[in-house]
C-alpha cells in the first residue's frame, strides 16, 4: 500500500530527492484513509509539494472518515478539480456528519457538475437539519436537474419543517419526476401544515404515485386550507377517497401522538419533562417549548406566557405551559378534515380515552349534525363509500363507550350500518380477532332484533376456511355459552345449529395453566419495567408500596442489574437499604433511573419463595440485556409499566433485536408457557403482534382500554401467590375468580384476562398454524398499536 500511494506522490513534477525522501516519511506512517487521499491528490492537475504538506497536515490535526473518502473520491473524478480547490474541498468535507456526505455525494452526480459547486453547496447543507439534508438529497436524484437550479432549490428546502421535508423527499421521489416540477412544487410544500404533509408523504409512498399524480394531490387538495379540503374531499370519487383514507389511517400515528400528548411538555423523542426538570429550566429554555405550539394557541396564550416571561415568574410561565399544551391537543383536532378525524378514531385504543371521547368524538358529532343532518350513516356514505374503515370505527365506537353518540336508534338504520361493519369485520382472521374484543360492547347497544341480525351476519360470513370458520364458531358459542342474557331465543337457535353444524369446540382445553412447570422450583419470579418520566415515578412507588405492603422484603438485584462497577454498586446497595421501610422510595426510583439497576421484592408463600424484581429503563442496550437474562432464565412474568408509547423500546424492539443478532434462539422463547402484564393501554393488535413474538408462548393480561394502577399492582401481586396457594391444576377461569375481587364494581371491564375469548382465539391460531392452515400476519400498512394510557401510575 505505501508503494502503491509512493508512485502516486512521486509524480508530481517537480519533487526534489529531499522532498520525496520527506514524503516517503510521512507516507510510511500514514492509514489507509490519509494514504488514499494523499494518491488521489497526486494526479490532480496543479499538484504541489507544499499543497500535499498543507492537506496532510490537515488530515493529521482531524482523522477523515471512509464516508467522506469516498465523497472526496467522487469529486476528484470531476472535470476541473484541482490541487488548488482539493485543499479547500478537504478542509469543507471533513466536519459533515454522515446524512450531510451523503447529501453532497449525491449531489455530485448532477449531470452538469462542476468541481467548485461543492464549496457552494457545503455552508447550505451544513445549515439545514437532517431533514433538509435528506430533502436535498433526494431533489437531487431528479433526473435533468442543473446544478444551478439544485443549488437555488436549497433556500425554500432549508425553511422546510421536518414533515414538510419528509414529505417533499416522498414528492422528489415519485416517478418520472422532472425539474420543473420539483422546482415549482417547493413554494407549495413551504406552506403545508404538518398533518397535510405528513398525510401527503403517506399517500405518495403507499401508493407509489408518479409525478403526475402527486402533483395532482398537491394542488387540488393537500395545499388548500381545512375548509377547502373539507368540501374538496366529497368531490373525488369512490377510489380517490378511500385511497386519502387509507393514507390518513396509515399516517395516523404522528397525529395520534400529538393529540395524545397529556403532559406540558415532551423531548423530540417524545420523553416527557419531569417536573423538576421544567423548574430547573431557564426563562429562555421555557419560551422554546411554548414556541413549538400551533400558531391559534400561541396566539391565545401568548399574552399571559409573555407577561409572565418578563415578570420573571417561573412558576406561572409553567402553568400557562401546561394549560396551553392541554388546549393545544384539542386545536390540533379541530384543524383536522372530518374524514381525518374519521380515520384517527377507527384506530380505537391507539387513542387516549381522554383524547378519542373528549376531543375527537365532540367535533365529529358537531359536524355531523351540522352538515349530514344528525345522520351516522349518511355520514359514512359519503366519507367512507368503500366501507374501508367502517367496522373499525363502528367497533372503536363500542369499545369507548361512544357508540350511542352517534348511533340510531331506528332498527332499519342500525341494521344498515351494521351491513357496513359485516363488510369489513368479517373478512379474514385478524379483522375478526379485532371484532371479537368488542363485540360485547356492540351487543349491549343493538335492538334485541338486530343483535339476532348481527349473527346472523357472522353466520352468513363463515366460509368453511377451517380456521376463520372455527374463529366464527368459538365467537358464537363463547357468547351461548356466557352471555345468554344478550341473545334472543332466535338468536339463540341461529348459533346452536351453526356449532352444531361445524363442530362444539372444547373451550376448557384452552384454559389450561402452566402453574405445574413453574412450581417445580419453588420459585416464581417477575420482572416489571418502569420509565423514566414523572408517571413512571408514580408507578413504581405505588408498587413498591403495595408490595412492601404486603410483607415484601426488598433487596439489589444480581439478576437484572447490568455490569456496575464496585464502587456504583455500593451506592445502589445502600439506596435500596435506605428505603426498605418504605420511605425513599421515590428517592430510590431516582437513582435508579441515574445509575441503573434492578431491585428485587421477596417474599415466601406456601413454601414457594416469590421474586418481584424491578427496573428503570435506562437505553437500548442495557433493555437487550435484561430481555435476554429474562428470556434464558427461569422468572414467568413480564410486566410492561408505563405508558404504550414505550411498549417498543421496552419489550418489542430489544426482542427483534436480540433475535436478529442471534443473542437468542427460538428455543429461548418457547421452552415455556410464560405471562405478560401490559400495565399500559393495550390493543388487540398489540396483543397478538406480542403472541406472534413468543410463537404463542405466552398468556397475556391486557386492556383494550385504560390501564389503571389499581388494576395492575394488586393483579400482579396476587397472581403469584394464587398460584402459590392453591394447586397447581387450577384453570385460567379459576383464576379469574379468585381475582374477582380486584375488577369489582366495573372496574377495569376492558381488561383482557388469561382464559378469555381473545386468548381462546388465539390459541386456537396458534394450533392452525402449526397445522399448517391460514394463520395471516398483520396487515401490510396498518400501524403498530401506539395507545397509550391517560392517566398516571401505570
Known sequence: ???????????????????????????????????????????????NFARCEEIWQELDNKKISYDQILAFDDWTKLPHATMPLAVQVIKAIRDLTREEVKCLRTFLTIADQRADAILLLIPQIVAMEPSGNFAARKMFTVRGLKVEQALDNLTLIDTFTDKQAWAYAAFAEARRMDPVTVTDALP???????????????????????????????????????????????????????????????AGEDLIWRINSLHAVSDEYGMEYSSATLQSMSKKELKRLFDKLSQKTRTNYGGHFLNAFKAGKKNSMIRILRKATTADRTQIS??????????????????????????????????????????????????????????????????????????????????????????????????????SATFRHLLKVLKPDVRYYLIDKMVQADNGRTSFSKLITVILQYYLQEYPDLLNKPAQQLIQQTVERNGAVDLDKYLLTPFADWKEDKQLGSISIFHPDDDGRKSFVSNARNLLKHGYQIQYSEQYSPYQEVAVQKVSKRAVQRSRSGKGLAALFDTMRRSPFAVVFVKKVNGITIRHSVYVYANEADQQLLMKRFLQ???????????????????????????????????????????????????????????????GHIDILATIGTGMAIINDPYNRNFFETVAKNPATITWEDMAAKSSFIFANGRGQDYLQPGCLTAILHKILDEEQKKGNSFPGSREGEPYDLEVAPEPGY
Open 633 to 695: 432464565g427461569d422468572d414467568e412474568m413480564f410486566a410492561q409499566r408505563g405508558h404504550s408509547y414505550w411498549r417498543s423500546e421496552q419489550i418489542t424492539d430489544p426482542l427483534e433485536k436480540l433475535k436478529e443478532n442471534n443473542q437468542i434462539s427460538e428455543h429461548d422463547l418457547t421452552k415455556r408457557q410464560r405471562f405478560l402484564s401490559l400495565g399500559s393501554c393495550g390493543g388487540v393488535k398489540a396483543y397478538t403482534k406480542l403472541t406472534r413474538m413468543f410463537h
Open 188 to 250: 407549495l410544500f413551504q406552506q403545508l401544515r404538518d398533518d397535510a404533509a405528513w398525510n401527503m408523504r403517506t399517500l405518495i409512498k403507499k401508493n407509489k404515485l408518479t409525478r403526475n399524480a402527486a402533483w395532482r394531490w398537491l394542488i387540488s387538495y393537500f395545499a388548500h386550507p381545512v375548509h377547502v379540503q373539507e368540501k374538496q374531499y366529497y368531490r373525488y370519487d369512490v377510489p380517490e377517497r378511500t385511497q386519502l383514507l387509507d393514507a390518513f389511517y396509515a
Open 334 to 435: 379541530q384543524d383536522l378534515t372530518s374524514a381525518n378525524i374519521y380515520a384517527l378514531l377507527a384506530q380505537g385504543s391507539e387513542l387516549y380515552d381522554s383524547s378519542f371521547r373528549d376531543i375527537l368524538v365532540p367535533i365529529l358529532k358537531k359536524r355531523i349534525h351540522k352538515g349530514y343532518e344528525k345522520n351516522l350513516l349518511t355520514f359514512l356514505k359519503a366519507t367512507d363509500p368503500s366501507n374501508h374503515l367502517v367496522s373499525s370505527f363502528i367497533v372503536s365506537l363500542a369499545q369507548k363507550g361512544k357508540l350511542t353518540t352517534f348511533f340510531p336508534k331506528d332498527a332499519a338504520e342500525q341494521e344498515k350500518i351494521l351491513d357496513l361493519v359485516a363488510a369489513s369485520a368479517f373478512k379474514d382472521e385478524d379483522s375478526i380477532l379485532l371484532f
Open 1 to 47: 500500500m505505501v508503494q502503491k500511494t509512493m508512485a502516486s506522490f512521486s509524480r508530481i513534477p517537480g519533487l526534489t530527492a529531499q522532498e520525496l525522501e520527506y514524503g516517503r516519511q510521512v507516507i510510511a506512517q500514514m492509514d489507509y484513509n490519509s494514504q488514499r487521499i494523499t494518491r488521489q491528490i497526486s494526479l490532480l492537475p496543479g499538484a
